[in-house]
């Protein structure tokens, strides 16, 4: 099945640190396509925050990092501060799709 | 500055058409494959569709397979998106986005399709 599986929330203190999962299958993920992250919050355009597994596009904070292994990536946010409130996406290529999909969405909320 | 500005958004009714536009400015945008995302009231972004820099070769989510389709128009920087047998689940706010080695890396700020008698 072609999904990309994401935990619904997370959440941590200012501050923390807290990672944000991204499990796919053999035919995204695991086939070795780059995973993408971004940053959605409400009434705003999403934001790329991580780009081909653990790129920053300029102007993204160090405290965003990414990684993959196997069929899952994940998403890591150090030093949380308020603003980092807001919705998480990963996205990758699905060979069985032969498109593109993104996971269901992880909402971050700072204690 | 690089911007993607949607416009053609609004009420129509179930079972009718629309289409929708997204204006590029600030790069070049025939370099580019362009996609549209959504996403539905309370709900996560949905992948939609996908076109080539040249326009010929699209790709289409099953969602909307048959009743959406994507163009673009290189000489007005535009690229469009055709909405045909509208449902009330196809209300979702539109997104367009460039295409940077497969990553979105410009969105634009959206627009709002309204599906409803």
């Known amino acids: 099945q072609s999904v990309l599986t994401q935990p619904p929330s997370v959440s941590g203190a200012p501050g923390q640190r807290v990672t944000i999962s991204c499990t796919g299958s053999?035919?995204?993920?695991?086939?070795?396509?780059?995973v993408h992250w971004y940053q959605h919050l409400p009434g705003t355009a999403p934001k790329l925050l991580i780009y081909?597994?653990?790129n920053r596009p300029s102007g993204v904070p160090d405290r965003f990092s990414g990684s993959k292994s196997g069929t899952s990536a994940s998403l890591a946010i150090t030093g949380l501060q308020a603003e980092d409130e807001a919705d998480y996406y990963c996205q990758s290529y699905d060979s069985s799709l032969s498109g593109e999909l993104f996971g269901g969405g992880t909402k971050l909320t700072v204690l | 500055e690089v911007l993607l500005v949607e416009s053609g958004g609004g009420l129509v009714q179930p079972g009718g058409s629309l289409r929708i536009s997204c204006a590029a400015s600030?790069?070049?945008?025939?370099?580019?494959?362009m996609h549209w995302v959504r996403q539905a009231p309370g709900k996560g972004l949905e992948y939609l569709s996908a076109?080539?820099?040249?326009?010929?070769?699209?790709y289409t989510a099953n969602s909307v397979k048959g009743r959406f389709t994507l163009s673009r128009d290189n000489s007005k920087n535009t690229l469009y998106l055709h909405m045909g047998s509208l449902r009330t689940e196809d209300m979702a706010v539109y997104y367009c986005?460039?295409?940077?080695?497969?990553?979105?890396?410009?969105w634009g700020q959206g627009t709002m399709v309204t599906v409803s008698s």
């Open positions: 053999s035919s995204n993920i695991g086939a070795g396509f780059d």
């Open positions: 076109i080539n820099s040249h326009g010929d070769s699209t």
């Open positions: 600030g790069f070049s945008f025939s370099r580019h494959a």
């Open positions: 081909g597994n653990n």
């Open positions: 986005a460039r295409d940077t080695v497969g990553a979105f890396d410009v």
